[in-house]
């Protein structure tokens, strides 16, 4: 890593910077007088002092970010050892979690416990972050809005035909795709998966699908109408039932949601439906974020 | 430094360098997806180290059996891989925006070298004050890039006509 830095530093002090500055200067010398020739020898003094500071830069950047790593891996081996059982992060809080998970919250999945019911409040947060984020590259990047602009973006030709072996493949695997991504959703509280990774999966095989046969198919399935009705409605959904089990837990009121018998598929009270309202929401963003970065429109 | 205290914690020491290598990248580097990069190197970093944190040897993923009814000391710590949820989903909308905003840079500008971005910008904020003033500097703007084209075909300067020839007119450019 070094050497290629070291390298770098050379060549940036071999070449001169390509400044189209110096081509204005030219120019401009030409054209007019006095005023002209002293603006010429300014910008390359410019240009001279921009290439110090460049060199200077670079040296400085390259051992800051040398001095920040040998003073992390420093304090990394103070670290008690990797792995040790008797280590300060395993305290009592995670042991709480890991004791008393399964009679308090229902799921067999320890850490769906956790993100789902006992920091549920966080993840409500976090949906809320990816959704915000969303709203933001839609507003970026969306081509209905911009058509008006005077240097709207030329537009993206349709689809190219794609390849008979993608076609044949996506054929294949999308639906078997589709059949893993629901059912980690659904069974995200008795083992691995959850709203998240099977959300991403869900929306991996919607992403293979229009890839292969095309915007427009894909787009009677997803319209922009649905994708916006199927993000704000699970959004909602987990808002609406996360403050209803807060104040009932809260307040030690009876509450409609019990953990039933973990290890059913019909139990841990509100874990599954957030999941699905979280892997809906994952699967239509991550969708979202694909066609607009491909096409800028859903 | 104690070599053998850097091998008995070689995940985080990883984690540490893969966090270097996205800060120098970040550092370095003028294209704008390259610092992208560099900054989800540097998320990817944090964590491996976060998960590495929640590991104990010998001990299983945090997944109860519904069968028999295990004991705590059987499994890892459920928090880390928590948090590192999160982590994911908020670095993912954050790589999401900044690509976006990348693309809108990229069709403004025609660029993604971050230097000549503020340049151009800086010009374009000069220009539109210039433009007030009766021979606005919109004007001579506008005949320096032509003229910088025609110097170029003159045969000064060849190597960089093509660079220059990708910066974008002025007057195309939405105010």
Redesign the interface.
């Known amino acids: ?1 070094r050497n290629d ?1 070291d390298r ?1 530093l050379e060549r940036s002090l071999e070449e001169p910077r ?1 400044a ?1 500055s ?3 200067a ?3 010398h030409r ?1 007019d007088g006095r005023i002209l020739r002293q603006e010429a020898a300014l910008s390359a003094r410019d240009e001279q002092a921009q290439a110090v500071f460049t060199v200077i830069y ?1 040296v400085l ?2 051992l ?3 001095g ?3 003073l ?3 304090s ?4 008690p ?5 008797r ?1 300060p ?2 305290n009592e ?3 709480r ?3 008393d ?2 009679r308090e919250g229902g799921a ?4 769906a416990n ?2 789902l019911d006992y ?1 549920a409040f ?2 409500l947060g ?2 809320n ?2 959704f ?3 709203c ?2 839609l507003l ?2 969306r081509r209905q809005r911009r058509a008006d ?3 709207a ?1 030329e537009a993206i030709e349709a689809d190219p035909p794609a390849d008979p072996v993608l076609r044949a493949g996506a054929a294949l695997l999308s639906p078997a795709i589709l059949m893993l991504g629901l059912y980690l959703i659904l069974t995200g509280h ?3 998966g959850g709203g ?1 990774s099977g959300g991403a999966v869900l929306s991996g095989a919607l992403i293979l699908y229009r890839c292969a046969f095309g915007g427009g198919r894909a787009g009677q399935l997803l319209t922009y109408r649905v994708w916006r009705g199927a993000t704000f409605a699970a959004l909602a959904f987990y808002a609406v039932s996360k403050a209803y089990s807060f104040f009932t837990g809260a307040n030690g009121l009876p509450s409609v949601f019990s953990p039933g018998t ?2 059913s598929l019909f139990s841990a009270g509100l874990i599954p439906p957030l999941n699905i309202a979280v892997g809906l929401v ?1 699967c239509c963003i ?1 969708y979202g ?1 694909f066609a ?2 491909r096409k800028g429109e859903m | 430094m104690d070599l053998q205290a850097l091998l008995d914690n070689r995940a985080e020491a990883a984690a540490i360098i893969l966090f270097g290598i996205g800060l120098t990248t970040l550092l370095l580097h003028r294209n704008l997806l390259k610092k992208v990069i560099g900054f989800s190197f540097m998320d990817s970093a944090i964590f491996l180290f976060l998960a590495s944190e929640g590991y104990i040897s010998g001990r299983a993923a945090p997944i109860q059996s519904a069968a028999s009814d295990l004991p705590a000391s059987a499994f890892i710590n459920p928090l880390p891989a928590g948090l590192v949820l999160t982590g994911i989903v908020v670095s993912v909308s954050v790589t999401a925006l900044m690509l976006s905003l990348t693309v809108r840079l990229y069709e403004r500008f025609h660029t993604l070298d971050l230097d000549r971005i503020v340049r151009l910008a800086r010009e374009d904020a000069a220009v539109s004050v210039g433009a007030a003033a009766p021979v606005g500097k919109a004007e001579r703007k506008a005949g320096t890039n032509a003229d910088a084209g025609a110097a170029v075909s003159a045969g000064k300067a060849e190597q960089k006509s093509e660079k220059d020839a990708a910066l974008p007119d002025p007057e195309r450019r939405d105010r």
């Open positions: 890593m830095l770098d390509p189209h110096r081509l204005d030219a120019h401009l054209h670079r950047a390259v800051a970010a040398a920040i790593i040998l992390l891996l420093w990394v081996t103070d670290l050892a990797f792995g040790g059982e280590n992060a395993d809080v995670a042991r979690y890991l004791e998970g399964v067999l999945n320890l850490v956790i993100i920091r966080d993840t976090e949906s972050v990816l915000t984020a969303a933001a590259v970026l990047l602009l005077p240097h973006p008795l083992g691995p998240f973990p290890g994952v991550m974020f607009l970065f």
